[in-house]
């Protein structure tokens, strides 16, 4: 059997991109398909922490939108808090489509093949090689397979990789041009270094609003059951918040696949990385930065196992539990709770002097979820009990 490529990268989103990128940097040959046609529109808040720049060698500030210099909280669009970012952890709002383009093309710029509107059907693996089949009957082969086909991935859970039956958020994303902002409006418009989180308009989940270039970037999001059915009227009550028509903005509902517990990422030859993977933090919904570090360490691991060492897969794995799984674990324990009793959590959690710079910290990549957890936790259970 002859071989297409040393690695077929499943999947040109985020973490897809970046393995793609720093395997094609190492000499790899490598083969990135892509469902869409590229490049592609994706549903995204674009909200990442500046430090997943040290994951790359070129500048990622061509995709960067806005730089968040402060965080408000608000239940039910009142008792405001406001924390200022550590400037040393800055906060970016991305372009999203244009972040996975210029991955891509800092790939391909590598040395990577790109096949857009390549929807893959199939993977197998036959002897050393696995097989790829498009859903019209191509086939390419190689050596490893990385597994980045997002939330709604068909293949992860099949080959073992990530949790059996994944967990979902549901979610309702809303962009909105600052043209349909009336001038009258304008003084209650949203800051523009300021990410918003709205905590009280949602059931068991919350509402963000971050600024962009040209309007803003606003979404619902429920971590605990699926009650899609109220997350249009949320929007409707945000957005005239924030000096918007209620209706504005085109609207994109997507499942997104949340981490819930420690799982193998690794089979013989293949990984899976990003959404896929199930890594996207169950509390606040950060799926950019674990995307990125899956893809780049789970390139870096299969680099290593490419070159010889069997055991590079498994430490991809271990690492990614380290790094990540670890946090998440406390994230899930503490979304748990907070989504269940949401205005104690707001009032005991996200209302304390410290908290909204814990919150900073998290979502700037600082600090993990074990850092606050036991005692947050400890709490809001003293107080519901
Ligand atoms: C509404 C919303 C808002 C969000 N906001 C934020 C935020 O502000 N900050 C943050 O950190 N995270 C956010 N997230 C999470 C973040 O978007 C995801 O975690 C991130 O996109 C994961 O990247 P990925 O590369 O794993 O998956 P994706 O970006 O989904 O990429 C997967 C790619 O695989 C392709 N594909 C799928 N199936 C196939 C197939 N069979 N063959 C070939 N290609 C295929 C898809 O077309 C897609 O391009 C948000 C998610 C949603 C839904």
Known sequence: MTRDAEVIVLGAGAAGAAAAFHLSHAGRRV?????????????????MAASVQRWFPFDL???????IRRVRFTWNLEDPVTAELPGEAPFWIVRRQRLDQYLVEQAVAAGCSLE????????????????VRSDDGRLVRANALVIADGSTSAFSAPLGLGPARPRFATTLAAEVDRTTQTPADEASA???????FEFGLVHHGFCWAFPRQRGMSLGVGTFIGRDPADHA???ERMLPSLGYAATAGERRGAPLRVWDGHHRLH?????????AASLCDPFLAEGLRPALMSGSSGAACLERWLAGDSKAL???TSQMRADWGESMAWGRRIAQVFYRFPRVGYQ?????????????????????????????????????G
Do not use: F
Not at 31 to 47: D, F, N, T, Y
Not at 61 to 67: G, H
Not at 116 to 131: N, P, Y
């Open 31 to 47: 083969l990135l398909l892509e469902r869409q046609s590229w490049p592609r529109p994706k549903a995204c808040g674009g909200g």
């Open 61 to 67: 500030s061509p995709a960067v939108d806005r730089v």
């Open 116 to 131: 857009s509107r390549w929807s893959a059907s199939d993977v197998s693996r036959h002897g050393s090689l696995w097989q």
């Open 190 to 196: 949203h800051d523009d270094d300021t990410a918003h």
């Open 233 to 235: 009227a949320v929007l």
């Open 267 to 275: 089979g013989d030859g293949v990984i899976a990385v990003g959404d």
């Open 314 to 316: 498994g430490a991809y």
């Open 348 to 384: 005991l959690g996200i209302k304390r002097p410290t908290a909204p710079q814990r919150i900073a910290q998290i979502l700037s990549g600082s600090m993990g979820y074990g850092d606050i957890a036991q005692r947050v936790i400890r709490r809001l259970l003293l107080q519901q």
